[in-house]
């Protein structure tokens, strides 16, 4: 079986995936946790990810889907970063292959967290290993030329949406991952500014013994980038690319995620987005909130919009299925860790989760 993890950080997101075979995905790190008050209920991001690694502090692939503070807080004190050698004491933790999208190569502007990240992500694609871009705008060409560097060098390194990453498959690892977005196409306007709308959006297909199981993890983007995607994905025929049992939702339940109107009872989607949850959700399929718990009122005008999560809920009723947001899970009193194993019945929610890990080593061949 496979693992898959989301931690209760508050509006934040970090996803761990554990395959059967050992290797592992880290998408997103975002540290919240504040150890000087007694009252945090966030999680210790770094020390349940040590637990879980144990002596192996090595991760095969760590993806940021963007330089947001919530996708990559703290990311500069615990990865062992070969841009600059005060990240590199022996206690840090080893990334193979960093996946960043286009966007964190080329923002300018960029300081704390991410600055520190867009550093290496640039020295990596510089040097031209251990890391793979997604999509490939004009502007990332004219950052290799103006570096005497041939674009044709590094398209080893770009992946462009309506693809497969290369660094798994399914035969050998059980799962592949399809990537949806940013579009290249994004590097032609003013949409190339905007973080959110061009990070990771991606579908991961699990196998085990014949049995699929499909996730969707969607970052921060707003629901004019589902509407492309779903708008391309529909026009290429691979619908089956959208269809998910579990669903990471965007950007905290936050109703720009759906619509561009909150709703005063529940946000009505946008007819594509409609589409991907309503049409592409899978029986008995399960939805994540990577946030705060859900409030009752509107005096907080940032996600979790409870509008939003009583869209969602609906949709987990309509297919039988399961609403979970990370930090009322399994209390809001006291939340932990959502752990879901893959197996060849399909995804499971681990009720005793602190028991589940796979402890096979990570192999040391390959990507």
């Not at 579009?183 to 949409?191: H, M, N, W």
Request: aromatic fraction near 8%; hydrophobic fraction near 35%.
């Amino acid at each position: 079986m496979h693992i898959v993890r989301f931690f209760p950080i508050g509006n934040a997101d970090t996803c761990l995936i554990e395959l059967d075979n050992g290797r592992r995905i880290l998408f997103d790190f975002a540290d919240m946790h504040c150890p000087d008050d007694p009252e945090d209920k966030r999680c210790d991001l770094e020390k349940e990810l040590r637990d879980i690694l144990g002596d192996d502090k090595v991760i095969d692939v760590v993806a940021f889907s963007h330089l947001d503070k919530d996708h990559c807080n703290r990311a500069k004190e615990v990865f062992y970063l070969e841009h600059a050698q005060k990240y590199q004491d022996d206690d840090r933790i080893k990334i193979k292959t960093l996946w960043v999208p286009a966007h964190a190569v080329l923002e300018e502007g960029i300081t704390g967290q991410g600055r520190t990240l867009r550093a290496e992500a640039r020295y990596r694609f510089l040097k031209g290993e251990g890391v793979r871009v997604f999509s490939r705008p004009q502007e990332l060409d004219d950052f290799l030329t103006e570096r005497d560097i041939e674009p044709a060098k590094r398209r080893n390194l770009i992946s462009d949406a309506g693809t497969l990453c290369p660094e798994f498959n399914r035969k050998d690892d059980g799962v592949e991952f399809f990537v949806h977005s940013p579009f290249g196409k994004r590097g032609q306007d003013e949409i190339v500014r905007i973080r959110n709308n061009d990070a990771l959006f991606m579908q991961a297909t699990f196998e085990v013994d014949g049995q699929q199981t499909k996730m969707i993890l969607s970052a921060d983007v707003d629901y004019d980038v589902i509407d492309d995607i779903v708008e391309v994905t529909k026009f290429h025929g691979h619908e089956s690319r959208l269809e998910w049992d579990i669903n990471n939702v965007p950007h905290h339940c936050s109703y720009l995620s759906l619509s561009s109107e909150k709703g005063d009872d529940k946000t009505e989607p946008t007819e594509n987005s409609k589409w991907l949850y309503e049409k592409c959700g899978q029986a008995g399929g399960l939805l994540v909130s990577t946030s705060k718990e859900i409030p009752n009122d509107d005096e907080d005008k940032q996600p979790p919009h409870r509008q939003a999560a009583a869209y969602y809920k609906g949709v987990a009723s309509d297919l039988n299925g399961e609403w979970v947001v990370s930090m009322m899970h399994p209390t809001k009193a006291k939340p932990e860790p959502l752990v879901i194993e893959i197996k060849k019945t399909g995804y499971e929610i681990r009720r005793e989760a602190r028991d589940i890990v796979i402890a096979t080593a990570s192999p040391r061949a390959g990507v």
